[in-house]
């Protein structure tokens, strides 16, 4: 029987008030309310040999435990699993994970022997050194959405619902801002992928397949690292977007400065900040590139 360890986040959307169920007699547990205790609590799951890691949280209690995961283990990582009880859930999505999975029905799937799933992450890198894991990196327009959808977050707005308004309210205030508008002007940054500085809209990176809504914004669900960047000011913005998010290519698209790209990595230098995973973070000199495959158990 293979050994389990379970991270509870107290803090994410659907663990708030509820406390945390009685555990199999085998299933170690950690609760951090600290960085360093989760850090703590990944290096005695390693000591103790287990195989099988289950992430009770949302995107970013999963960013978190990937971030740490690697030098807790320091060596061959374990299986993971996620229970998606935050309040973005975009990598449970992607593996299928359904909302309202329990530890029972990961344990269970695992005893059976059914099929798991894989998934490279993304390492953000800086001056040599891995910084953090995840699956989804932005900046320009993206940073500010997203503090726009931690706003709508305050509001009650969860998954899919968040995911389309805050496209809806980012799209609005592009398409009536002015020449001058922080949404319209951009971020400047020197991407390898597009050698020289200029002003770019949005960037976005990920190694995931699906996406909220059926969105397709790298096109055809693939493997491996994907980039959407589009230049600013956006131009066409009113035709291209309904076109991306449904993942069709047209010839002009590029021309007006959308463009789409396969990478293993990429270097990216600009002063603003950037995202990762629904959380932001200072920019700077900067490698994204494919992480580590990691293995998933499907309920």
């Known amino acids: 029987m293979i050994r389990a360890g379970l991270i509870w986040n107290g803090n994410s959307h659907r663990n708030r008030g509820q406390g945390r169920a009685p555990l199999p007699e085998d299933v170690l547990d950690i609760c951090p309310e600290e960085p360093s205790h989760l850090m703590a609590g990944l290096r005695r799951f390693a000591r103790e040999g287990v195989e099988l890691v289950v992430i009770d949280g949302g995107d970013g209690t999963v960013r978190e435990v990937l971030t740490r995961l690697p030098e807790a283990y320091g060596g061959p990582l374990p299986r993971l699993a996620v229970l998606p009880n935050g309040k973005t859930n975009a990598l449970a999505l992607d593996i299928e994970t359904p909302l309202g999975a329990t530890l029972e029905n990961i344990l269970a799937s695992c005893a059976a022997g059914k099929p798991t799933k894989r998934r490279q992450c993304i390492e953000v890198v800086r001056d040599g050194v891995t910084e953090r894991r995840g699956f989804l990196f932005g900046m320009g327009a993206f940073v500010r959405a997203t503090k726009l959808a931690q706003k709508n977050h305050g509001k009650g707005f969860v998954d899919n619902a968040a995911v389309g308004i805050t496209l809806a309210g980012a799209f609005a205030r592009t398409i009536l801002g002015g020449a001058g508008d922080r949404w319209r002007r951009g971020e400047a940054a020197d991407i390898s992928l597009a050698p020289g500085e200029r002003a770019w809209f949005i960037v976005m990176a990920s190694t995931l397949k699906r996406f909220p809504m059926s969105f397709k914004p790298y096109g055809e669900p693939r493997e491996g690292l994907k980039v959407l960047s589009v230049e600013a000011p956006p131009r066409r913005l009113l035709r291209a977007v309904p076109l991306i998010l ?37 920019g700077g000199r900067l490698t994204v590139r494919q992480g580590p495959e990691l293995e998933f158990v499907i309920p």
Not at 251 to 276: H, I, K, N, T
């Open 246 to 282: 449904r993942g069709g290519d047209e010839p002009w698209l590029e021309a007006c400065g959308y463009r789409r790209a396969d990478a293993e990595s990429f270097d990216v230098a600009f002063e603003g900040d950037f995202v990762l995973d629904g959380e932001p973070y200072k």
